[in-house]
């Protein structure tokens, strides 16, 4: 696969292998020759500043240097000791402004080592194998955890206080775990269904069940998992998007990014995904890169990404935003939408006066038949009433405790830094240290 | 362009490359192609007496770096093990067809003077420019009393050289081994039979890696494997010691050299003519990457003879035997720090974490509220070891500045602090 666009039929009808095509993974992994010809590149530098870039604190030098020793099942022990999710993340992270961007060869070669690819490549050769799982669990502790939400810091938490000792359950709403790892990122970055590879191999650790289609309900409670649970640990993500507040905004035309996403990652047959012609993505952060490359690469013809502010302001990593470009992705700037009504969308154009956003007075109008909001998405607030919310997260401790004893959180959720899945494992690991600690007093206490 | 011409033991050469006795020597069809790439001499692979060797499968294993690459080549494969008349033939054609190229003819029998004799006779009648003694391979050959079995006893050193030097009329070198205590004695053995030239070294006994499936050592053959001899890059610095050794030897000084080991650049080479070495010899080099390896040791150590205003070999050959001591003589007095360049530093670490653990915590460690990481050497705690600037991935970042202490020349013998010097004084 390339980061450009495989090309449509010059009718513009879809071509199914083209689409198959665009949709394979973004990156060729790393065969063993590119790989070690890349490990030798690392400097093996002291309290590297990469470790110290990684949310997880990954021991990159040590994990690429075993690459470089033939050791490849330490290097992807390694990773996933920090990061159960090293796989995924590998694939997802934005490491230009990451661990890559803390590389110190970006000073001296003006190209840092390719992290990413050489931890996909580790972690990939282990998952391959088939190994019996790396880790192994602590003797068991008699006591049992509940964990709200199936996504990278509900799963990351739920392995972590298996490896503990504790017995974990995890309450998904949907029918398949993963979060947005399976909903949410773009199928060319997690091809071949690698998201639920990664839950199978996570799962072998044992002493997790997954109980599916479990919505937070009056039955499902915070209230009813303390009463049945030692501790609880929700990590729900953010469950409602944001509304546009436009005129239009209801037509059948309009929906949300996140949805289409999903539909092409739940799809067992591409082609039967409608995606209109003159794509519109609303949006700055990289689910509006995602979803527009994504339409791109269905077969849209025009697809044009719209954003009331600069390219400077823009959430989405530069790479995404030049991987749009690659893929044929128009970007329209300082254009607030203001209505959608019969096939097309009107923008205010807009200006930057001291730093605020002014309307110039003057719009335009672009054709469109299909309008993707990516403007972001809140927190759930009203089904956790009982818990402290402060601008729409959930306030936690720096143990990652919420304003309930015995109630942990993170992931998206929480306030932690980027909404990123990096982030979220690592919410998801700390806060079972959290409530092994919490655990660990309470029996003390007895 | 610097002139390349030299003459080892009496015999003039267009460079100082030959390929050294060994597979790449083996034929015919290896020699033209090593003349054709421009090598200015070749020592035919060892011939012995009929009937000729049988070699083993299979015959090398490689010892490498972290990084993948071979540092070292060792071998377990004997002398040429085609018939003697054959090579003959094969010399005798190549001499015709080459006239300006070198062919040294190398041999090896057993402690026999008869043996030796024949021979030698039998090689120089081919046209050889001179012969080249093989008293070096430490595997195979060694176990029937030849090799290094000789090279190790000076005496047969001496025995050997003197019996061919009484047979022929054409210049010999004596192949000499490291696999001894002291070079010098196999040298001044070589020397006291008459040896137009010594040439060094031969290969290092070794065992490169072991076969952790097979629990063998590499190569192996048929689940087992043997001590083999070990050549390339990875033996320079033995080899440079020895011819240095040589050189700065009262005795030896005025000894032909022809350098082997581990020449792999113009550089390599450059140093073992410093260090007095007359011709060149390479092997490893030229199998890990062809013949053309040759291209650019010719054009590299031409080009830095052009830039140091070297005309001709000689006038930098030995160049660096005068500054080769013992350490006995060296300046206590001398003193060195290391010091950091901050503008090309790339803040990696490797510096202060090699000083902290392993040396003299001489190097500190800080990281700035912006994340900005300085290291920076503490003059009262660095001894001017080099650890730092040897470790440190950037070229010139580090450098080790001389410290002018106002301190006389003062070398260990004379310091007032050696016990050894206070008796000479009471004496």
């Known amino acids: 696969m390339s980061l450009g666009l495989c090309n449509f039929n010059k009718d513009g009808t879809n071509d199914d292998d083209a689409i198959s095509k665009n949709f394979a993974d973004l990156h060729e992994p790393l065969s063993l020759l590119q790989a070690k010809a890349e490990a030798d590149r690392c400097l093996y530098c002291y309290d590297a500043p990469c470790i110290t870039a990684c949310p997880t604190s990954i021991d990159i030098p040590t994990f690429i240097h075993q690459i470089r020793a033939g050791n ?3 290097s992807a022990k390694t990773i996933l000791s920090e990061n159960i999710m090293g796989g995924t993340c590998s694939r997802a992270c934005p490491t230009e402004i990451l661990c890559e961007q803390a590389c110190v060869l970006n000073v001296s070669q003006e190209q840092p080592v390719e992290i990413g690819l050489l931890q996909r490549f580790a972690v990939d050769s282990l998952m391959e194998k088939n190994l019996e799982h790396p880790f192994k669990r602590a003797p068991l502790k008699g006591k049992r955890i509940a964990v709200i939400g199936a996504g990278p810091a509900g799963l990351s938490c739920a392995h972590r206080a298996a490896m503990l000792g504790y017995d974990v359950t995890v309450f998904e709403a949907k029918e398949k775990a993963g979060g947005l790892n399976e909903y949410g990122l773009a199928a060319y970055k997690m091809a071949d269904d690698f998201a639920q590879k990664e839950v199978e191999f996570l799962l072998q650790i044992g002493g997790i069940q997954i109980e599916y289609g479990q919505k937070l309900s009056e039955q499902l409670s915070l209230k009813s998992l303390q009463e049945d649970f030692d501790a609880v640990f929700t990590s729900v993500g953010l469950g409602l998007t944001n509304q546009l507040g436009i005129d239009g905004e209801e037509d059948s035309r309009v929906i949300d990014a996140i949805q289409f996403i999903e539909e092409i990652r739940q799809t067992d047959d591409l082609s039967s995904i409608s995606v209109g012609n003159d794509v519109i993505v609303i949006g700055a952060g990289n689910t509006a890169i995602d979803a527009a490359i ?22 989405a990593t530069q790479w995404e935003i030049d991987l749009a470009r690659k893929n044929g992705v128009n970007f329209r700037f300082f254009s607030a939408p203001k209505s959608f009504s019969s096939s097309s969308l009107e923008c205010d154009y807009m200006r930057s006066e001291n730093g605020s956003l002014v309307t110039t007075g003057e719009s335009y109008k672009l054709t469109t038949d299909m309008v993707l909001k990516a403007i972001g998405q809140t927190f759930d607030q009203p089904s956790f009433s009982e818990l402290e919310v402060s601008k729409g997260k959930i306030v936690v401790s720096e143990n990652y405790e919420t304003s309930i004893k015995g109630v942990f959180a993170g992931g998206d959720c929480i306030d932690s830094g980027e909404d990123l899945t990096v982030q979220a494992v690592e919410d998801g690991k700390q806060a079972a240290h959290a409530m092994d600690h919490y655990l660990s007093n309470l029996s003390g206490e007895k | 362009m610097a002139n390349l011409k030299c003459k080892v033991a009496g015999i003039e050469s267009i460079n100082p490359f030959w390929l050294a006795s060994a597979p790449p020597t083996d034929k015919y069809v290896n020699v033209v192609r090593a003349f054709e790439a421009g ?3 070749v020592v035919w692979k060892t011939l012995g007496e009929d009937p000729p060797v049988i070699n083993m499968s299979s015959r090398y294993g490689v010892h490498k770096n972290g990084n993948q690459h071979i540092l070292g080549i060792n071998n377990i494969e004997l002398i040429s093990d085609r018939p003697l008349q054959t090579n003959l033939d094969e010399i005798r054609r190549v001499r015709e067809e080459w006239p300006d190229r070198v062919i040294i003819g190398s041999m090896m029998a057993v402690i026999e003077e008869k043996a030796w004799k024949d021979l030698a006779v039998a090689i120089a009648d081919s046209g050889v420019h001179g012969l080249e003694l093989n008293l070096g391979c430490p595997h195979g050959m060694c176990e029937r009393g030849m090799g290094s079995a000789i090279g190790q006893v000076p005496e047969m050193v001496e025995k050997v050289t003197r019996w061919v030097k009484e047979v022929v009329d054409i210049p010999v070198f004596t192949k000499l081994t490291p696999n001894i205590t002291n070079i010098l004695w196999s040298a001044e053995a070589a020397q006291q039979g008459g040896a137009d030239a010594v040439s060094l070294i031969n290969t290092v006994n070794s ?3 072991v076969d952790l499936d097979q629990m063998a050592p590499t190569p192996v053959v048929d689940g087992k494997g043997s001590h083999g001899g070990y050549c390339g890059s990875a033996v320079k610095p033995i080899a440079l010691n020895m011819v240095a050794e040589i050189s700065r030897n009262q005795p030896t000084k005025d000894l032909q050299i022809s350098a082997i080991g581990g020449i792999e650049t113009w550089r390599d080479a450059a140093e073992f003519i410093a260090l007095g070495a007359d011709g060149l010899q390479v092997c490893t080099a030229a199998m890990l990457y062809g013949f053309r390896i040759v291209d650019d040791m010719i054009a590299g150590l031409s080009d830095w003879m052009d830039e140091k205003g ?27 720090k290391a010091y950091i360049d901050p503008e090309s530093c790339i803040e990696c670490g490797r510096c202060h974490i090699a000083c902290e653990d392993t040396s003299h915590q001489a190097i500190e460690f800080s990281v700035s509220d912006e994340g900005k990481r300085t290291f920076t050497v503490i003059d009262d705690e660095c001894v001017g070891c080099n650890l730092c600037a040897h470790i440190c991935p950037v070229p010139e970042c580090i450098e080790m500045r001389p410290v002018d202490n106002k301190l006389p020349h003062l070398t260990w013998p004379n310091h007032p602090l050696n016990p050894m010097n206070t008796v000479e004084k009471q004496i």
């Open chain 1, 294 to 315: 994504q339409s791109k690469r269905l077969g849209a013809n025009n697809v044009t990404v719209v954003y009331r502010r600069g390219e400077e302001s823009m959430s």
């Open chain 2, 310 to 336: 070297y005309d001709s070999i000689d006038d930098f050959r030995g160049m660096a035997v005068g500054n080769t001591l013992d350490w006995n003589e060296l300046n206590i007095n001398y003193d060195s």
């Open chain 2, 207 to 209: 065992i490169v890696s």
């Open chain 1, 72 to 74: 490849l099942t330490g």
């Open chain 2, 39 to 41: 090598w200015g001499g």
